[in-house]
Antibody, heavy 117, light 103 residues
Framework: EVQLVESGGGLIQRGGSLRLSCAAS????????MTWVRQSPGKGLEWVSV???????YYADSVKGRFTVSRDTSKNILYLQVNSLRAEDTAVYYC???????????WGQGTLVTVSP | DIQMTQSPSSLSASVGDRVIITCQAS??????LNWYQQKPGKAPELLIY???SLKTGVPSRFSGSGAGTNFTFSISSLQPDDIAIYYC?????FGGGTKVEIK
C-alpha cells in the first residue's frame, strides 16, 4: 500500500524558510516521479514542482528561485525547501506521485505552512 | 500557458440526480485530462485519468469523457458521500473547481 506522509509545516515569518518532508512507503521515490501541489486556504489547487526519476526538476514560475526539491533515497524521503516565504505561500502543501501523463494517483495528507506578515 | 475553464463553479442537486461538470481547455490536450475529488479537510483523490479511465476502486457512478479541448465529468446518481469539490487537471494546470452540494 502506498503511503505518503508530509511534515515540517508551521508558522513562519515572512522571509523565513522551512523544509517540508514527504516520507514514502510502498513506493521507491527514486524510481518514481514525485510532485508537490499546494492549496491556499479556501482556494484551488496549484502545482508547485516535480522531480523526475532521472533527477530533472521543474518548478512553477511562482516559486522558481525560492523553492528547491530534493530527495534522500536512503530514507525514501522527498523534500521541499521553501525560502524567502511570502504571505501568498501560505497553503497546505501536498506531495503526490506523478504517473504517466501527469496523473497524480497517490497523495499525502498535506502539511500547512502559514506565513505571518 | 494552458487555461482550464471548469464549470459550473458550484452546483446543488438532489440525491439520485445526474451531475455534469465540464472542463474546457485553451488548447488541444488529447486525452490527457484527469479528475479529482476533494472532500472537506482532506487531500484530493484521483477518480478519472486519461479523460475516461476510472481509477480502480472508484464507484462506477463516476465517469469522464471528452478529448481535445472539451471534457465532461459525470456522477450518474448523486450520493450524500459525493459532497466535495471536483477538479480537472492537465499537467501543471488545474481547473478552478466545482463545489457539489446536496439540495
Amino acid at each position: 500500500e502506498v503511503q505518503l506522509v508530509e511534515s515540517g509545516g508551521g508558522l513562519i515569518q515572512r522571509g523565513g524558510s522551512l523544509r517540508l518532508s514527504c516520507a514514502a512507503s510502498g513506493l521507491t521515490i527514486s524510481r518514481n516521479f514525485m510532485t508537490w501541489v499546494r492549496q491556499s486556504p479556501g482556494k484551488g489547487l496549484e502545482w508547485v514542482s516535480v522531480i523526475f526519476s532521472d533527477s530533472s526538476i521543474y518548478y512553477a514560475d511562482s516559486v522558481k528561485g525560492r523553492f528547491t526539491v530534493s530527495r534522500d533515497t536512503s530514507k525514501n524521503i522527498l523534500y521541499l525547501q521553501v525560502n524567502s516565504l511570502r504571505a501568498e505561500d501560505t497553503a497546505v502543501y501536498y506531495c503526490a506521485r506523478w504517473s504517466g501523463a501527469a496523473i497524480f494517483d497517490f497523495w499525502g495528507q498535506g502539511t500547512l505552512v502559514t506565513v505571518s506578515p | 500557458d494552458i487555461q482550464m475553464t471548469q464549470s459550473p463553479s458550484s452546483l446543488s442537486a438532489s440525491v439520485g440526480d445526474r451531475v455534469i461538470i465540464t472542463c474546457q481547455a485553451s488548447e488541444d490536450l488529447s486525452d490527457n485530462l484527469n479528475w479529482y475529488q476533494q472532500k472537506p479537510g482532506k487531500a484530493p483523490e484521483l477518480l478519472i485519468y486519461d479523460a475516461s479511465s476510472l481509477k480502480t476502486g472508484v464507484p462506477s457512478r463516476f465517469s469522464g469523457s471528452g478529448a481535445g479541448t472539451n471534457f465532461t465529468f459525470s456522477i450518474s446518481s448523486l450520493q450524500p458521500d459525493d459532497i466535495a469539490i471536483y477538479y480537472c487537471q492537465h499537467y501543471g494546470t488545474f481547473g478552478g473547481g466545482t463545489k457539489v452540494e446536496i439540495k
